[in-house]
């Protein structure tokens, strides 16, 4: 298995300082191609599989014409080698358009294509076009009906219907099995009811065999997935009418938080904050001692009153910690969340999580992914507890701090009975709700984390502008009935955000931390004339454990401040802090700290309060 060249070329970056797109050294790229190929021959490889998910998604560095021009000249050359295995191309993540053409006219001995119901529904001409497209005389076409990318148990009497319009087909799953789990039968206490809508990567594996076999020679296959297809049709899981009621109340179209920016920056005032205000983005380092109480209390060897005590005892700290610091406004620190998503997940009805459910984020790192069910609401509040225990320990602000919808839900394994902006919608409501509640708590600055805002973008740019339209509305609706004194932020990190620039502008929030320290603060040119309100871009990169110098961390506030002007400028860490140690953070934080002041001191303006 290898990813094929263009894709490889077209997602590669050149190195600073040399001329040229990485997709001109195509030749050089397919000659090596070639010479693993031979290598792969001679050690008694069959089959290749090369992989060419470029050919789903429109990108900047080429269009489909010129992706589609690249693969035939690539494919050409390989499949005129006279000593390789059988090439078996396949086309992840989505419908081909011109790469299709291109690859089915090159002809190798086998064609992917991606006919999950996800793929169907952003392009429901797609199966006509593969029919019509691939030669099945001179190329065996395998139809990834089985959808890789999601937990489901299939529909296998429509996808077998589906897989019969081809002829002579193969069957396979829509993309690799990495995003999934690997098999239900590690999860002894899901619910019952539910259990059976599953569908992890042993029994995706399965539900191909089956789909290959037919309902004749699979018959119980196919009987146990129409129970698992009606069963969750006709569940209350799935269907709760006081949601649906309450969503369906709410106005259409693109929602506005009243009044506006600019007045609410005004009564903003009374919160009394300095100039060049210094937080950071949420979570202090999560200690082998708070993950240790985490272990027992879920083992049943710290009661429930114990591991809250153990966790007030961090938030205590964190919080004496941050005035020892000088910073302006605090953090409960997040010790009690076990993951950003998982946290709320376990408190929100419409959810279920799985005990060994872990896929892969990236790297080493792995998540597991809470699964959303059905209609979600919030049975009681989540946050608050917390945020007035910390803040009752301190005379400064202390910011709530909730995860927002779109990053619940990029993060977790979603619906495939309703559209996405559906349960958006939702989870925006029953975060409306905790708001309000924090608010009578007597919290005032709420923080609404977005780090996977642009992570669910769609690959192709025809889809982009409505996903953008409802990522945005439920993120509004968190803030919509805010009161104009509640200052609203929002935090944004892992990616280049210049694309969706304005959709970060219209998430409308009164503060947005955004990753920019790695990339010494590139993004300021976008923001220039976006943005209208307060923004932090984060001056060190909390990834690694170097701690930033006063003189570094002045200068990038300094160049901040040349796209930003002072009064809507806040000074802040990359991302949150748990992956971080106390001694390093402590430093770094203290250096943050100092900056601001130097900076502040510089330009004659005063930092008290
Ligand atoms: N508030 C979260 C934290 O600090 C934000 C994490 C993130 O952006 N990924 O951990
Ligand atoms: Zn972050």
Known sequence: YLVGPVTVLALSKQAEGSNGQPLERLDELVESYIQVLAALADAGVAWVQLAEPATVADLAVADDAQIAAHLEAAYTKILAAENRPQVYLTTPYGSARAGLDALAKVAPEALHVDLSVGTQALDADYVNRVKNTVDTAKTQLVAGLVDGRNVWAGNL???????????????????????????????????????????????????????????????????????????????????????????????????????????????????????????????????????????????????????????????????????????????????????????????????????????????????????????????????VEWAKYAQSLSDKHVKGMLTGPVTILAWSFVRDDVHQSVSADQIGVALADEVKDLEEAGIEIIQIDEPALRELLPLREEDRPSYLDWAVRSFRLVSLDAAPTTQIHTHLCYSEFGQIIDAVAGLDADVTSIEAARSRMELLQDIDEKFHSEIGPGIY?????????????????????????????????????????????????????????????????????
């Open 157 to 383: 009497r429509a996808l077998r219907e589906t897989f019969e319009q081809f002829d002579g087909a193969s069957v396979s799953t829509s993309v690799s099995l990495q995003h999934v789990p690997h098999t239900v039968e590690a999860e002894p206490n899901l619910p019952v009811d539910v259990a059976a809508w599953f569908s992890f990567a042993n029994e995706k594996i399965g539900e191909v065999v089956a789909l290959a076999a037919g309902p004749l020679d699979a018959a119980e296959a196919y009987a146990r997935a129409d129970r698992a297809v009606r069963t969750r049709a006709e569940s209350t899981r799935t269907h709760n009418q006081q949601v649906a009621d309450r969503t369906a109340a709410l106005p259409k179209g693109q929602v506005q938080r009243e009044p506006a920016f600019t007045e609410r920056q005004e009564a903003q005032k009374a919160l009394g904050l300095p100039a060049l205000p210094t937080t950071t983005i949420g979570s202090f380092p999560q200690t082998s001692d708070i993950r240790k109480a985490r272990a027992d209390h879920r083992a049943g060897n710290l009661t429930d009153e114990q591991y809250v005590e153990e966790l007030r005892k961090e938030v205590a700290s964190v919080i004496e910690l941050q005035e020892r610091l000088g910073l302006d406004v605090l953090v409960h620190g997040e010790p009690e969340r076990n993951d950003m998503v998982q946290y709320f997940a376990e408190l929100l009805d419409g959810f279920v999580v799985t005990e060994n459910g872990w896929v892969q984020s990236y790297g080493s790192r792995c998540t597991r992914p809470p699964i959303v069910v059905g209609d979600v609401s919030r049975p009681k509040a989540m946050t």
């Open 541 to 609: 990169d909390i990834h690694s454990p170097r701690i930033p110098s006063v003189a570094e961390m002045a200068e990038l506030i300094r160049a901040a401040l040349k796209h930003v002007p002072l009064e809507r400028l806040w000074v802040n860490p990359d991302c949150g802090l748990k992956t971080r140690g106390y001694e390093e953070t402590e430093q770094s934080l203290r250096n943050m700290v100092l900056a601001r002041d130097e900076v502040a001191a510089n330009l004659k303006v005063s930092v008290n309060a």
